[in-house]
T-cell receptor
Framework: KAGVTQTPRYLIKTRGQQVTLSCSPISGHRSVSWYQQTPGQGLQFLFEYFSETQRNKGNFPGRFSGRQFSNSRSEMNVSTLELGDSALYLC???????????????FGPGTRLTVL | LAKTTQPISMDSYEGQEVNITCSHNNIATNDYITWYQQFPSQGPRFIIQGYKTKVTNEVASLFIPADRKSSTLSLPRVSLSDTAVYYCLVGANSGGYQKVTFGTGTKLQVIP
């Protein structure tokens, strides 16, 4: 069974640009969550999508958005990039029927975003 | 919103049992407690999950006291390959705009 895949693995952008990251969940998983990981703030929850609807949301500004497609693949978009957005962005998939934490989450390898 | 606290780092010799505690004083009634392991350049990997009392699987045990304000991950007989960062995660088990909180992570170094 294929794991969670994220593309691209590495990305370099400049301030003010926007970026789109992609996540393909494990087959059969309907929930996709996104996390930001930085040395200073650790792992922070961005949002979760289930059946194409945003079901949970963390405490991030509106520049961070996402969507989920009918095949459960998800994209995350960050507009007007800031230096502080440099981070490892992780996505995780799960069955999700009873919410995020009730199920084991399977994480992808992450996308390393560097903002110059 | 559950806030979690973990020790920043721990050292242990191979073959010893390691206990890592996570404090979550304002855990909500519906919150589950989950532990993940993360190696460098990889995403976190699920270890164990519990709600109350004790849970055991093939790799670890999770102890949760009656008040649920803390939890302890127990790794029996650690090996060098257990060197990693361990995170506790506290979050609701139902949908809706509940926030999901990861602990600060504990870097475990296993010494030969």
């Amino acid at each position: 069974k294929a794991g969670v895949t994220q593309t691209p693995r590495y990305l370099i952008k400049t301030r003010g640009q926007q970026v789109t990251l992609s996540c393909s969940p494990i087959s059969g998983h309907r929930s996709v969550s996104w996390y930001q990981q930085t040395p200073g703030q650790g792992l922070q929850f961005l949002f979760e999508y289930f059946s194409e609807t945003q079901r949970n949301k963390g405490n991030f500004p509106g520049r961070f958005s996402g969507r989920q497609f009918s095949n459960s693949r998800s994209e995350m978009n960050v507009s007007t990039l800031e230096l502080g957005d440099s981070a490892l962005y992780l996505c995780a998939s799960s069955l999700g029927l009873a919410g995020i934490v009730a199920h084991e989450q399977f994480f992808g390898p992450g996308t390393r975003l560097t903002v110059l | 919103l559950a806030k979690t606290t973990q020790p920043i780092s721990m050292d242990s010799y191979e073959g010893q049992e390691v206990n890592i505690t996570c404090s979550h004083n304002n855990i909500a009634t519906n919150d589950y407690i989950t532990w993940y392991q993360q190696f460098p350049s990889q995403g976190p990997r699920f270890i164990i999950q519990g709600y109350k009392t004790k849970v055991t699987n093939e790799v670890a045990s999770l102890f949760i006291p009656a008040d649920r304000k803390s939890s302890t991950l127990s790794l029996p007989r650690v090996s060098l390959s257990d060197t990693a960062v361990y995170y506790c995660l506290v979050g609701a088990n139902s949908g809706g705009y509940q926030k999901v909180t990861f602990g600060t992570g504990t870097k475990l170094q296993v010494i030969p």
